[in-house]
């Protein structure tokens, strides 16, 4: 088991680029692999999730070649894919395991698709119980991995309100949605992040939207295209934080993703008094990219206005040191889904402000939190498999006058592999021990 013992640093200087899209990255490889023709991607995720999933379809009997970060994918077109000889293993990684149930479930052959033991835990019900209304067959027990898809179904088109706020249900119905008989139409009441709808019109398909209505019609095909995948918001919501709260900083994240389904960290930022600036937007590859300068300042507390909280999902985290660091308090609701993500994020992120001196309050969906110091020594968290927790918590040390040891770190491989090169590079010091 790897740690981290992140030392008390100040004043982050530097100009970084962070690794590249970790949702953009799976879609390239799983549309990619159904296309005709051969598509490039470059600035792909060398991440532990995304790579699963590459080598996922490469089981699938998709020649994908592969020089660090650039990636050609020579697609079978959608009724290309093997039968794979052993169960997909998708490790940590949900956005796998949830698209590919909606792929897979429309292919003539069978599969299984299984994960570490985080991934052994989060509910997939979300997936199979629309799927099963489309004609799918996925068997599993209490609906979690591993899950055992039947092929050979003749699949038909759903219209389906999405009952929860999330991108991978919807992907997960679009991708089912390609292979169905008729016109898959999907409701959203909250807008997530939508890479799948832009992507696949990059591939040439097409993709109605308008009200919050995503729907295509089943049969066509995606023709190969070429794919730069930006820095990840998410990876770059770390050292917006830290830039934020260390004392005298400027720093500036480079060709960041501002997808407007996914800037709720800045919105939020914004409310608690950052000094948050955007430059040289432009448009890559479809998606909307800007650099991002951040100085120091001093935050207040907020409460979190609901609609962003899809905006913003997978930063609660760093979100939430960010508010340990305000004057005042800090108020989310309506976040239940923080609950089974890697880890239940509400939970494991309470214990570990405790461990660092923070009053909180745990809420069924949310939190709330009184800004103050992290004024405790000898501090140990626990990232209960779970990279943002570890990541999020080593961003503490911005603010700290002590070091902050954070156990099982490792998980950090699934989506920032370069994490503490980066953050050392900035000022800051954290160490794996
Ligand atoms: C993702 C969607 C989000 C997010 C996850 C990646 C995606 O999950 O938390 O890290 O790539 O579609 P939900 O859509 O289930 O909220």
């Given at each position: ?7 008390s ?28 023709g ?18 996922a ?30 169960p ?37 019900a ?14 599993s ?10 092929g ?19 992907s ?26 832009r992507m696949?019109?990059?591939f ?26 930006p ?30 389904t996914r ?7 914004d ?21 991002i ?16 909280v ?32 890697e880890s ?26 009184q ?22 918590f ?7 006058e002590y070091?902050i ?13 370069n ?9 800051m ?5």
């Open positions: 088991m790897t740690n981290f013992k992140a030392y640093s100040h004043s982050l200087n530097g100009s970084i680029k962070v690794p590249g899209d970790k949702s953009i990255s799976h879609r390239s490889i799983m549309l990619g692999s159904i296309a005709n051969v598509t490039n991607v470059s600035g792909f995720l060398e991440g532990k999730d995304s790579l699963a999933t590459l080598r379809f490469q089981q699938m009997g998709v020649q994908i070649e592969k020089e660090g970060s650039n990636i050609a994918i020579n697609g079978v077109g959608k009724h290309g894919l093997k039968s794979p000889t052993k997909l293993d998708l490790g940590n990684s949900g956005t796998s395991i949830r698209l590919m149930t909606g792929l897979l479930s429309a292919q003539s052959f069978n599969s299984q698709l299984c994960g570490d033991e985080s991934l052994s835990k989060r509910p997939m979300r997936v199979i119980e629309p799927l099963y209304m489309m004609g799918a067959k996925i068997d027990y209490e609906s979690k991995p591993p899950l055992s898809i039947t050979n179904q003749q699949l038909s088109a759903i219209n389906y309100i999405l009952p929860v706020a999330s991108a991978q249900i919807k997960c119905l679009l991708l089912a949605g390609l292979y169905a008989e008729g016109e898959t139409c999907i409701v959203e009441n909250s807008t997530t992040r939508d890479h799948t709808e696949l019109r990059g040439g398909y097409p993709v109605n939207i308008s009200n919050g209505q995503i729907s295509l019609m089943g049969g066509g095909e995606l023709n190969a295209c070429d794919i730069e995948v820095s990840d918001i998410s990876s770059a919501a770390f050292f917006i934080v830290a830039a934020s709260i260390a004392k005298e900083s400027d720093i500036t994240l480079n060709a960041v993703n501002i997808n407007p800037t709720g960290i800045l919105d939020i930022l409310l608690m008094g950052a000094n948050i600036t955007l430059t040289d937007k432009r448009i890559v590859a479809g998606e909307l990219v800007a650099d300068r951040v100085c120091s300042a001093e935050l207040h507390g907020i409460n979190i206005p609901h609609e962003l899809p905006l913003a999902i997978d930063e609660f985290p760093v979100i939430f040191i960010a508010a340990s660091c305000a004057t005042g308090e800090t108020v989310l609701t309506g976040a239940k889904e923080l609950r089974v993500k239940d994020r509400i939970q494991v992120m309470a214990d570990g402000l405790k461990v660092l001196g923070i009053e909180i309050e745990v809420l069924k969906d949310g939190i709330r939190i800004g103050g110091e992290f004024s405790k020594q000898n501090s140990v968290i626990k990232s209960h498999q779970d990279h943002r927790i570890s990541m999020s080593a961003i503490a040390s911005c603010r700290s070091d040891r954070i156990e099982g770190v490792d998980n950090v491989q699934t989506s920032f592999p994490f503490l090169e980066l953050a050392n590079k900035i000022g010091n954290i160490e794996e021990i």
